[in-house]
Nanobody
């Protein structure tokens, strides 16, 4: 089973930056990055959880419209880490950010949000105005 551990959250002022990390199965030598699709989600207070960004094996990416041009998803398949660089942060970006995975059976960017089955515990991002 894949285990996901997020880190890097914090409190910043509007316009600030953070880099989130998601370590996948750090101690499991059986984990093969190409067997899974990873993505970042977020859940703001009182709102549903939705997908922020996803990345495919060829490096192609998909972003939620509200974060395009400000957030960047990337993946280090040697270290088994998924990143999310958050720039030009706004108060509306305040949320718990989650890393999620689904076993890959199609192109990663084709998965719907509700198809992800493996979740980390999340990391809090708070942006003050």
């Amino acid at each position: 089973q894949v285990q996901l551990v997020e880190s890097g959250g914090g409190s910043v002022d509007s316009g600030g930056s953070l880099r989130l990390s998601c370590q996948a199965s750090r101690h499991d030598a059986r984990y093969v990055p190409s067997d899974f699709c990873l993505a970042w989600f977020r859940q703001a207070p009182g709102k549903e959880r939705d997908r922020v960004a996803s990345i495919d094996l060829d490096g192609s990416t998909v972003y939620k419209n509200a974060v395009k041009g400000r957030f960047t998803i990337s993946q280090d398949n040697v270290k088994n880490i998924l990143y999310l660089q958050l720039n030009s942060l706004k108060p509306d970006d305040t949320a718990i950010y989650y890393c999620a995975a689904v076993r890959r059976k199609q192109r990663c960017n084709a998965y719907e949000g509700n198809e992800y089955r493996i979740w980390g515990h999340g990391t809090q991002v708070t942006v003050s105005s």
